[in-house]
């Protein structure tokens, strides 16, 4: 693996967000593509953090400052993952749900989707199922996209789906995702899976026909 990376990775573990940005623009400069700055650096980062946080060798606090860091990184990626395409494909709703403040996967899904084409309005995080359904009547999406990390508020996501069903706004596609939920989920509700965030752009290219 490229120095650089292992750099990253221990700037995003020690949660030095000047650091990152520096070693982020440097891997940059060196000719490093964002796809591999963000895969191999600031994910594999925020991957050994999970570990240690699983583990229960560091907490909250150190969790937030390391995912403060790969949200830095990926600021300064964004445009050039976004540089390749402009086409309309479809417009896409996207939030994590209520009780739930995880909200890197759907910053990261949302950038390849506009990467891909999509318009994202981005609901934020913890965003209860009637801000959903107002997002839902106000921008008219053509997708409804959900992000859960914690088994308690994935369950909204249900909730939300009949929901949509009730108030006659069912002709949005929906597609759920994060680590707690798999395909079996998805088809109960009445809703799409996928596990990752290419597979995501992947998902909204086959829901639309794209
Ligand atoms: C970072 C983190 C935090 C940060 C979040 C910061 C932020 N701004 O996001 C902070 C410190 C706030 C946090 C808090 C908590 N966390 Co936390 N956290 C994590 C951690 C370490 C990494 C998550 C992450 O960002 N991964 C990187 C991203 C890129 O991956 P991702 O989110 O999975 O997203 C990918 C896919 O899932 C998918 N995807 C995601 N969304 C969507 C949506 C769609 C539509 C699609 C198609 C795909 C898709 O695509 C993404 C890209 O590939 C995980 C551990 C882990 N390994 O996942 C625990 C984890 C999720 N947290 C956990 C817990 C328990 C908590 C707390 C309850 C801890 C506590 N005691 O307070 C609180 C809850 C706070 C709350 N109310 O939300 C547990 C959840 C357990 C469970 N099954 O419910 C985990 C699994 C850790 C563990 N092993 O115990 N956490």
Redesign the pocket.
């Given at each position: 693996m490229s120095k650089i990376f292992k750099k990253i990775m221990e700037a995003v573990e020690e949660g030095d967000k000047e650091e990152v940005i520096a070693l982020v623009q440097e891997g940059l400069e060196d000719g490093e593509t964002p796809q591999s700055i963000l895969n191999d650096g600031l994910?594999e980062g925020?991957n050994l953090?999970?570990e240690q946080?699983?583990q229960g060798t560091i907490f909250?606090p150190e969790?937030?400052m390391s995912?403060q860091t790969v949200d830095a990184g990926m600021e300064i990626l964004k445009p050039l993952l976004n540089a390749g395409d402009i086409k309309n494909a479809g417009k896409i709703v996207f939030c994590t749900v209520e009780?739930?403040?995880?909200?890197?996967?759907?910053k990261?899904?949302s950038m390849l989707l506009q990467g891909a084409g999509y318009e994202v309005i981005d609901l934020g995080a913890d965003v209860a199922v009637d801000r959903i359904l107002d997002g839902v009547k106000v921008h008219k999406p053509d997708i409804l996209?959900?992000?859960a990390?914690?088994?308690?508020t994935m369950l909204s996501m249900d909730t939300a789906v009949e929901s949509l069903k009730k108030e006659g706004l069912d002709q949005v596609a929906v597609?759920?995702?994060?680590?707690?939920l798999s395909n079996d989920y998805a088809l109960k509700i009445g809703a799409n899976y996928?596990?990752?965030?290419v597979?995501?752009v992947e998902?909204a290219d086959r829901l639309l026909g794209n």
């Open positions: 994910l925020m953090v999970g946080f699983k909250v969790v937030l995912a009780g739930d403040l995880h909200d890197i996967g759907k990261l899904c996209a959900m992000s990390m914690l088994t308690t597609m759920i995702g994060g680590a707690p996928s596990e990752d965030a597979g995501a998902l």
